[in-house]
Structure formats: C-alpha cells, structure tokens
Nanobody
Framework: VQLQASGGGFVQGGGSLRLSCAVSGLTFSSYAMYWFRQAPGKEREFVLGISWGGGSTYSIASVKGRFAASRDNTKNTVYLQMNSLKPEDTAVYYC???????????????????WGKGTQVTVSS
C-alpha cells in the first residue's frame, strides 16, 4: 500500500495550495481518508476527514471555511484545497487511510490503517 502526498510548497499568507494524495494497493473507495499535520515542535494533529464516497467531511475549527477535502475514487486520489493560508498552517501534511470514518480527531488517528509520507507546507507572514 502506498499513499503519496504532493503539492506542498512555500506560499505567502493569504495564498492557496492544493495537496494531492495518490493511493495504491488498496480498494480506495472502501477507505475514509484523512489529512493530518505536524508543525515544528508540536504533536501531529488531525485536520480534516472525508468519508468513503466523499459525501461527508469533517474538519477542525481552525480550518473551517478555508480548507476543503475532496476525492476522486476513479483516480484513487484525495485532495486538500487550502485557501487563505496563515503562518500557523505551516506544517508537514500527511494523508492517511482508514476503513472507519470518524468525526473526532483522536478516533481518526487511532483508526488509521495506512499513513503516507508528508509534504511540507510553509506559509510566510
């Protein structure tokens, strides 16, 4: 199983980035997908989850209205559209796959079956 995140980079505050996570080696439509992030010196935190078919998403309060997840089950890819980026969004972003869909961060992390390698997002002030 491979989860390959891409699309990170350096952006000025207020800018946008779109992350992608290409998944292989599993039945993609059977897995909920999550985005987590880890800022320097901080613990990894749940950011956003999307259900198996994409009909339900859940995010942490700090990104509501700015970040949105979508998925294309024909391409085995999940996306994270990040708008109005802030310096506090700077982190390594990870995608993850889970057979269960949870709307709480701690449960989502506990249920992850597969983790991808991260992609760095840096937002300047």
């Amino acid at each position: 199983v491979q989860l390959q995140a891409s699309g990170g980079g350096f952006v000025q505050g207020g800018g946008s980035l779109r992350l992608s996570c290409a998944v292989s080696g599993l039945t993609f439509s059977s897995y909920a997908m999550y985005w987590f992030r880890q800022a320097p010196g901080k613990e990894r935190e749940f950011v956003l989850g999307i259900s198996w078919g994409g009909g339900s998403t859940y995010s942490i309060a700090s990104v509501k209205g700015r970040f949105a997840a979508s998925r294309d089950n024909t391409k085995n890819t999940v996306y994270l559209q990040m708008n109005s980026l802030k310096p506090e969004d700077t982190a390594v972003y990870y995608c993850a796959a889970a057979r269960t869909y949870s709307q709480t961060g701690s449960s989502a992390s506990d249920g992850v079956d597969y983790w991808g390698k991260g992609t760095q997002v840096t937002v300047s002030s």
